[in-house]
């Protein structure tokens, strides 16, 4: 029986029975892996390389992942780093059932390379930069009516800018930036991968004025993930049912996403004990409340479930 419009909200945990799939099997899985590494070189220039071997039972072929890395260290506030290597990744167990899914779908493979630079200055700040190139074979693509299906290639890349300041034991401060882009090529067309997110950004503060008392806070901003909205419905009358239509995969985004945390906290010292007491509030503006899509009877008119704008916390933790 088609559970109806229930499948939407279900279809990324179970996607079988988002499509009203009975499933009525039992599969028994082993995996585990075997990792090494070598260390050559120098406390100024090292080199390591390393393999990974792994095992699925539920998989026809070894897993078998060389990587490098590298480090260059020029002073004390300078150095560098690169590497790379082969990684491999088996489907999610629930996608390999017959029936609701297919047990010879394959692993999905990747070369992956990244590199990296940190500075300190002045002993206080430090300066982090990354960057990434992914590219990827044998991708899992989800759809919400129907099963995986397997994408050819994909590639996702990125760089992202990290800083942290630190004064004494008193106060700090970390930040982050980054951008990055993540699709799955499918023929002519490029379709953005489910984390694709190409802005986030964020800032940590912390401060302790007294030994006791602890003032923070932390922002928090990113782009809006892809999701697939539905485009109308088809009216099946053996079922007196309205089917939906899904639009193009991943074709629609959430809305920007931002957060600000307040904390401010409390501590007790005695010999062998410790207590602090906190509150925080959470706050996200209204338009990044959105949760999830609802649609009417026919899925022609859409809404939003929302989730609270402001959350209070409070608590109290001991240690000993």
Avoid: C
């Avoid at 029975?17 to 899985?29: N, S």
């Avoid at 990974?52 to 998989?59: A, V």
């Avoid at 930069?129 to 290639?153: H, M, N, Q, W």
Wanted: aromatic residues 14%; hydrophobic residues 35%.
């Amino acid at each position: 029986e088609d559970p109806g419009y229930q499948r939407i909200l279900v279809s990324t945990e179970l996607p079988a029975l988002a499509r009203g799939v009975a499933v009525d099997e039992e599969r028994t899985r082993f995996e585990g892996g075997l990792y090494g590494t070598a260390h050559l070189g120098n406390e100024t220039f090292s080199v390591m390389p390393a393999l990974r071997l792994g095992f699925d039972s539920l998989g026809s072929q070894a897993m078998i992942d060389p990587r490098v890395t590298l480090r260059w260290t020029v002073d004390e506030r300078t150095s560098f780093r690169l590497g790379g290597g082969h990684y491999s990744q088996r489907p999610p167990t629930e996608h390999l059932f017959t029936g609701t899914g297919d047990p010879k779908l394959p692993t999905t493979r990747s070369w992956q390379v990244a590199a990296g630079a940190k500075h300190n200055l002045g002993g206080r700040l430090s300066l982090d930069v990354e960057g990434y190139y992914k590219y990827l074979t044998d991708l899992l693509l989800f759809p919400i009516d129907g099963p995986a299906e397997v994408v050819e290639r994909g590639e996702a890349w990125g760089a992202e800018l990290t800083w942290r300041y630190r004064l004494r034991e008193r106060f700090f401060l970390h930040g982050w930036a980054s951008y990055s882009r993540s699709f799955l090529n499918t023929g002519d067309a490029r379709i953005p991968a489910a984390g694709d997110q190409p802005v986030n950004l964020g800032l940590v503060i912390s401060w302790d004025p007294t030994r006791h008392l602890n003032f923070a806070g932390r922002y928090r901003l990113g782009s809006g993930l892809p999701f697939t909205p539905l485009d109308g419905s088809t009216y099946d009358a053996s079922r007196d049912d309205w089917i939906p239509t899904p639009a193009a995969v991943n074709s629609e985004r959430y809305p920007l996403y931002q957060k600000v945390d307040l904390r401010v906290a409390y501590t007790l010292y005695f010999k062998r004990l410790e207590i602090q007491a906190s509150a925080e509030l959470w706050y996200v503006p209204k338009p990044s409340t959105q949760l999830y899509p609802a649609y009417n009877y026919d899925y022609r008119e859409r809404t939003w479930v929302r989730g609270p704008s402001l959350f209070p916390l409070a608590g109290i933790r001991a240690k000993w």
